[in-house]
């Protein structure tokens, strides 16, 4: 049996690759820094993990090393590389798969994971069993971020950081917006748009393009793809499809009716038929820290918890406006915790104007989430989360400290509140220690 070492492989995007080594008969182990539900769920179906401690590699030489890239100066991964062993990063992995399969590749700033979520869920309910990789957990896939197919189909998210979309090799290419971020690796947005359209170019002979025509980016990439001799097609808000979404979808926001129309074009270019589209995305349920509902009990008091990883102002503007669509008359309090120190910098007009004018009644805005090895140390000293706060210039918005949280929270909620909790840090599982100690059903 062929062996698979992952460093990191509590990654998101690592432990849905070595499901899919684990699907194929391989032996995975692997390592990272701290146990979480990713690893727990990967020890139940067959793999070993090692967490904080050194792993004995010569007695278990892997023929294959793949690691993240958040873990490239690990010491494990120069390990493997003196022993010879064939070493690959996640996204040229990833992108190994593109070459074998006939791929959906689903980019953006925004709304990837939702589109090739519902691209995946369609086209299984289509019979055409693809397999799926995915940066979320979802409800429909068993709440995976993976789904093994036996076809030749394989859809997958292709995440712009580090310009790690490169890798990749798809037959169909879908970019949901384009819009400035990872701005420690991009800088400024004509990087950005080059990365783009070095992506799109990736196309294999004969592939397609599809691009949301209500995007300024997106838009701006189908129109240079196109004289480039690419096949461009655009999915829109304007067709009478629109309206039937937004009737019928079970995850609410205006920005999910767009996700669907775009996996609703993927279909009909693979000659699904509009039936079981609309019955297989009406289905739909959402995913892991998407708009992610739960109800309870907290501090004695009834109430509904959403998790979100929103995290760019744009993400955030839309989430709070879905949240006060779909509660018109709740009052709703959001716990949000900005993510690196560098984005909120860029940033940080965009932010104060999106929270300037929340529909919510109530923001905590919390400290940032420093990410190891991405932050400028410059900037660090010169931004945080209090300043964030006063340029927003509401007493709708305050800041409070990470540890301050469940002690505030206790005295602001009350019966019947919505508690939406934003960020792509550690404030999911610093929100899931609050509320597993009391009666809320969200772990």
């Known amino acids: 049996m062929k062996k698979v070492f992952f460093i990191g492989i509590g990654g998101i995007g690592v432990s849905a690759l070595a499901r899919y080594y684990l699907s194929q008969g391989w032996e995975v182990f692997g390592s990272d820094l701290a146990r979480s539900e990713i690893t727990d769920d990967l020890k139940k179906i067959g793999a070993r993990i090692f ?91 068993k709440n995976t971020n993976f789904r093994s197919g036996k076809s030749d189909l394989l859809v997958i998210e292709a995440c712009e950081y580090d310009r790690a979309f490169w890798n990749y090799f798809p037959d169909i290419a879908v970019v949901t917006n384009i819009e400035m971020d990872h701005i420690e690796c991009y800088e400024n947005e004509a990087n950005l748009r080059a990365a783009f359209e070095k992506f799109a170019g990736n196309l294999k002979p004969g592939g397609k393009l599809l691009v949301c025509a209500e995007d300024a980016g997106a838009k701006k990439l189908g129109e240079s793809m196109k004289k480039k001799g690419i096949e461009v097609l655009n999915y829109s808000r304007t067709i009478p499809e629109a309206k039937f979404f937004s009737e019928i979808l079970r995850v609410p926001g205006e920005h999910n009716v767009t996700n669907a129309l775009a996996a609703l074009a993927v279909g009909r270019m693979l000659e699904i038929d509009d039936e079981t589209i609309f019955k297989s995305l009406a289905k739909y349920r959402g995913s892991w820290r998407r708009f992610d509902r739960r109800r309870g009990e907290i501090f004695g008091k009834k109430i509904t918890v959403v998790l979100d990883y929103g995290h760019h102002p744009t993400q955030i503007k839309l989430t709070m406006a879905a949240a006060r669509q779909l509660w018109p008359k709740k009052r709703i309090i959001c716990v949000f915790q900005p993510h690196q120190v560098w984005r909120t910098s860029l940033l940080f007009d965009d932010f104060a104007k999106v929270f300037r004018e929340s529909p919510l009644d109530k923001t905590f805005i919390t400290d940032i989430y420093r990410v190891a090895g991405r932050e400028n140390e410059k900037i660090s000293k010169d931004i945080n989360s209090e300043k964030l706060a006063d340029a927003v210039g509401s007493k709708k918005t305050e800041y409070l400290a990470k540890k301050q949280i469940a002690v505030k929270l206790k005295k602001e909620i009350n019966k019947g509140d919505i508690l939406l909790v934003l960020g792509a840090g550690d404030i999911y599982d610093y929100m899931q220690k609050i509320l597993r100690n009391q009666s809320c059903d969200c772990a």
Do not use: C, W
């Open 51 to 141: 967490v904080k401690k050194n792993i004995n590699l010569k007695k278990t030489a892997p023929d294959l090393a793949i690691y993240s890239l958040a873990a490239k100066n690990n010491p494990e991964l120069r390990r493997v590389q003196d022993m010879g062993v064939k070493i690959m990063s996640y996204p040229q992995a990833l992108g190994e798969l593109t070459k074998k399969y006939r791929t959906v590749a689903v980019a953006g700033a925004h709304g990837k994971s939702t589109v090739t979520a519902m691209i995946g869920m369609m086209l299984a309910a289509a019979k055409f069993d693809p397999t799926v990789v995915v940066g979320t957990k979802v409800k429909s896939f």
